[in-house]
């Protein structure tokens, strides 16, 4: 049987807002005690507004870490680790977008950056939107678009869509809704 790393110590080096940063004392296979970075993330949710037309209502937003406007899916951290995925789902929907949704469906669980960081995002399909007013956060400002599909998928294989929670979302949403045969 082979040998497992065996975590020694996880030492806090970092709290943030968003993030906290681990330093982890582990011992490897063979024996070596190494040091390996560990992010933690309470989690957050994103959601698949379909239209009744059966277009995806994407969102245009500032990232600072890219310097630049991102096209993505609706997301947000959770507001506390143990809320559920739903409810983040359907308040940052209407946040974002201005619409609202008591059909909301879990789609899937994308783990962002298994290598370093335990963040996962639920991500689930709102139909039957129903219009109310975005609600953004202070200094937040989005724009709300609706795309076909076929735009989104055309958009991702162009690298043009480059966010991984709303890549793989709309390509598990075509898998799972839209077989094409």
């Known amino acids: 049987m082979a040998e497992k790393v065996i975590r020694l110590k996880r030492e806090l080096a970092h709290e943030g807002a968003v993030l906290d940063i681990y330093?982890?004392?582990v011992k490897?296979?063979?024996g070596k005690i190494e040091e390996?970075?560990?992010i933690h993330h309470d989690g957050a949710a994103a959601v698949v507004p379909v239209t009744a037309e059966g277009k995806i209502l994407m969102v245009k937003q500032?990232?600072?870490a890219l310097d630049r406007e991102t096209l993505e899916l609706p997301a947000g951290k959770l507001d506390d680790p143990k809320e559920p995925g739903l409810e983040c789902a359907a308040r940052e929907l209407e946040e974002e977008t201005g619409f609202r949704s008591d059909d909301l469906e879990w789609l899937v669980t994308i783990r962002?950056?298994?290598?370093?960081?335990?963040?996962?995002?639920e991500?689930?399909?709102?139909?039957?939107l129903i219009p109310t007013k975005q609600n953004l956060d202070e200094g937040e400002s989005i724009d709300v678009s609706a795309h076909s599909?076929?735009?989104?998928?055309e958009m991702i294989f162009a690298g043009k869509i480059e966010?991984?929670?709303t890549m793989a979302s709309i390509l598990a949403y075509d898998a799972k809704y839209c077989r094409h045969e």
Not at 112 to 121: G, K, L, S, Y
């Open 149 to 153: 599909i076929e735009e989104l998928k």
């Open 28 to 30: 490897v296979p063979g």
């Open 112 to 121: 962002t950056t298994v290598a370093f960081c335990d963040e996962h995002i």
């Open 123 to 128: 991500v689930y399909v709102a139909k039957n």
């Open 163 to 165: 966010d991984a929670k």
């Open 23 to 25: 330093k982890d004392t």
């Open 62 to 64: 500032y990232r600072n």
């Open 36 to 38: 390996w970075d560990f």
